[in-house]
């Protein structure tokens, strides 16, 4: 039986400015109240995580970085460290997240080094992996996938990913209200569970929590959550109101 407890994280992207984001969090934290066996999760901007992270404090809700910088400190302007993120009371990093790879250009090599200084600091990392349409389309998924896993994880070994959550989110459904089929989203997050299994074994492959994330809604999160292999949703456009989002954290 499953016994991995379910992760609802909210992605807030550049949405929200300081007031709007303490009103939605605290707004949240009211509607929220009592909800157990559901870990939950928001990542606002930088410019709002000290703020929030001062609301959520001592409450079930935690949170996360949409973000991270791969070195300590440095000339590194527009960048964010760590020990930044921790200050701010992050829990959790967002690090891969296809709009970061498609419009950032961020690579597989680069992610690997930011998932790294997120284990370094004691932070919780979701990696973010999955395939655009037209990959989908010529039968590559499995292969993306593959290649995502294997060069974000580089020179990982199980011990250092107990924490370890991944996000497979389709590009092709996110913000597109296109949802991946629940066997598709089955299928995926079976593969990725697989290949945990066949490169850092089965314990850790039993363990790690996958969330699919790509047009998540209160209409489809319950059979989204019915399939046995996804633990959790990234949940993009539905955080923004936190009325929404608190009905896909009480999806049960």
């Known amino acids: ?7 609802i994280a909210g992605n807030w992207k550049m949405y929200k400015d300081c007031s709007q984001a303490a009103e939605t969090a605290k707004t949240l934290l009211e509607l929220t109240t009592g909800v157990k066996d559901v870990d939950i999760m ?9 703020l929030i992270g001062n609301i959520l404090k001592n409450s079930d809700i935690k949170l996360g970085a949409q973000n991270i910088c791969h ?8 960048e964010i460290s760590a020990s930044m993120l921790l200050s701010c009371g992050c829990s959790y990093v967002i690090v ?6 498609e419009i950032f250009k961020e690579t597989d090599d680069n992610i690997n080094k930011k998932i790294n200084a997120v284990i ?7 990696l973010c992996v999955g395939e655009t349409e ?10 993306i996938l593959d290649k995502q896993i294997e060069s974000g994880l580089k020179d990982f070994f199980a011990d250092n990913l107990k924490n ?3 996000a497979y989110e389709p590009v092709w459904a996110i913000g597109t209200g296109k949802t991946a089929t629940d066997e598709q989203a089955q299928e995926s997050h079976k593969f990725i569970r697989e290949k945990i299994e066949k490169r850092f074994g089965k314990s850790l492959a039993e363990s790690i929590r996958i969330l699919y994330g790509g047009s998540v809604k209160p ?3 319950k059979q989204i959550m019915n399939m046995p292999d996804i633990d959790g949703a990234l949940v993009g456009g539905a955080s923004l109101d936190a009325k929404t989002f608190s009905e896909v954290i009480k999806y049960k």
């Open 164 to 166: 370890l959550i991944i």
């Open 96 to 101: 891969g997240h296809s709009e970061r790879r």
């Open 134 to 143: 037209s990959q989908r389309d010529a039968g590559d998924t499995f292969k």
């Open 1 to 7: 039986m499953n016994q991995r407890t379910p992760l």
């Open 219 to 221: 209409a489809n999160i």
């Open 71 to 78: 070195r300590k400190e440095g000339a590194f302007t527009g």
């Open 120 to 126: 370094n600091a004691g932070l919780i990392p979701i």
């Open 42 to 50: 928001i990542a606002p901007s930088f410019a709002s995580l000290y």
